[in-house]
């Protein structure tokens, strides 16, 4: 069976510093990968989006960066980090099967910039 | 461009009642619309889809969705809610270009009370 892994589960980060988020697949292969954020615990924003290795797309401008180096892992960067960073991460994949595909989550990172 | 709204921000219901969570989208094309639970500081959980031809789709834990689309809805519902219940309901669509992304409504807080 599939599985999605998102790491850390909290992270605390002072203004100015840098971020490495990382999600892994396991048990699919050519998998859709999202990048999405929650500010206060309601509404999705897609970030990022891959449907390949080295393939990103971005649907806000900001100050994240998106890599998918291989095929099941999917990095979330930032050179340095703004206070307004600040929010759960959540990371999704679904099979490259159409639009009438459900999308799977990881648990999600808590980022707090301070 | 595909959407859905939630008209509720909050929903309370007694326990054993039966739930209804609205949902209604706006697609040019085919629908391809979802629901996901999302608990305290966690990622989303898949609970169903809406299946073409299927106004009543059944999916996990009790819930169902009935689709209408003279009124462009997709509401959830559950004959007879539970405390466990309580939660983060979003509707979503599937955008029917590129990598078919998944878009939420801002989400519906449901209260069960015991």
């Known amino acids: 069976s599939q599985t999605i892994h998102q790491w850390p589960a909290t992270l605390v980060q002072p203004v100015g510093s840098p971020l490495s988020l990382e999600c892994t697949v396991e048990g699919t292969s050519n998998p859709n990968l999202y990048w999405y954020r929650q500010a206060a615990g309601r509404g999705l924003q897609l970030l990022f989006y891959s449907v390949g290795i080295g393939q990103i797309s971005s649907e806000v401008p900001q100050n994240l960066s998106a890599s998918r180096p291989q095929d099941r892992q999917f990095i979330l960067s930032s050179k340095k980090l703004l206070l307004s960073d600040s929010g759960f991460y959540l990371c999704a994949w679904s099979a490259n099967r159409g639009p009438n595909t459900e999308a799977f989550f990881g648990q999600g990172t808590r980022l707090t910039v301070v | ?114």
């Open chain 2, 1 to 114: 461009a595909q959407s859905v709204a939630q008209p509720e921000d909050q929903v309370n219901v007694a326990e054993g009642n039966p739930l209804t969570v609205k949902c209604t989208y706006s697609v040019s094309g085919n629908p391809y619309l979802f629901w996901y639970v999302q608990y305290p500081n966690r990622g989303l959980q898949f609970l169903l889809k809406y299946i073409t031809g299927d106004n009543l789709v059944k999916g996990s834990y009790g819930f169902e969705a009935e689709f209408n689309k003279s009124q462009t809805s997709f509401h959830l519902k559950k004959p007879s809610a539970l405390v466990s219940d309580s939660a983060l309901y979003f509707c979503a669509v599937r955008d029917q270009t590129g990598a078919n992304n998944l878009f939420f409504g801002t989400g519906t807080r449901l209260t069960v009370i015991p």
